[in-house]
Nanobody
Framework: QVQLVESGGGLVQAGGSLRLSCAAS????????MGWFSQAPGKERVFIAA????????AYADHVKDRFTISRDNAKNTVYLQMNSLKPEDTAVYYC???????????????WGQGTQVTVSS
């Protein structure tokens, strides 16, 4: 089992930045791939970014490339999502997830956090 707790969400103006954190406990974090997904009201949960257990491999959704950066600190059992140049359309609940590999597919992550709200005002 893996327990995940996100933090760092909030209200920010367009063009601003936020850094989300996801603290993990339980199963050995350093051997677990991590992902970030977002879900806007009335829409499906979509892939944002993923990182391998070592941090050596990352993947991003096209709409966040060059704006968002995923990273991890295995000593702190924490994964981060640095979000820059935020847009109103980035408004959503952001979830971190843990799985066996750094996948873009939601169904490949069996463990999920409770989510943190990000609201970007225009």
């Amino acid at each position: 089992q893996v327990q995940l707790v996100e933090s760092g969400g909030g209200l920010v103006q367009a063009g601003g930045s936020l850094r989300l954190s996801c603290a993990a406990s339980g199963r050995t974090f350093s051997s677990t791939a991590m992902g970030w997904f977002s879900q806007a009201p009335g829409k499906e949960r979509v892939f944002i970014a993923a990182i391998s257990w070592s941090g050596g491999s990352t993947a991003y959704a096209d709409h966040v490339k060059d704006r968002f950066t995923i990273s991890r600190d295995n000593a702190k059992n924490t994964v981060y999502l640095q979000m820059n140049s935020l847009k109103p359309e980035d408004t959503a609940v952001y979830y971190c997830a843990a799985g066996a590999r750094a996948s873009t597919k939601r169904l490949e992550y069996p463990y999920w956090g409770q989510g943190t709200q990000v609201t970007v005002s225009s």
